[in-house]
């Protein structure tokens, strides 16, 4: 399963960067990339993990930028 989504306000490069290390150590997350530049996240993995993946990525995306909202493509 793929989900996407908008990175709002997301201002730095390096932070995308951090994110895209850490949602990619998540378990259950086959690959996940960051693109600083549209500002979008796409995740791919396991569909019965994906609400908890979900979960933990934003959790990640607040702890990294705490002002990015993670909404839906």
Not at 55 to 71: G, L, P, T
Request: hydrophobic share 40%; with cysteine; aromatic share 2%.
């Amino acid at each position: 399963m793929k989900k996407r989504f908008k990175l709002e306000g997301l201002e730095c490069g390096n932070c995308a960067a951090k994110m895209e290390r850490a949602i990619n150590e998540l378990d259950g997350v086959k690959e996940a990339t960051v693109n600083f530049m549209t500002q979008k996240l796409v995740i791919e993995g396991e569909d019965e993990k994906m609400p908890t993946i979900i979960q933990e990525a934003e959790k990640i995306v607040k702890d990294i930028e705490s002002h990015v909202i993670m909404k839906k493509a």
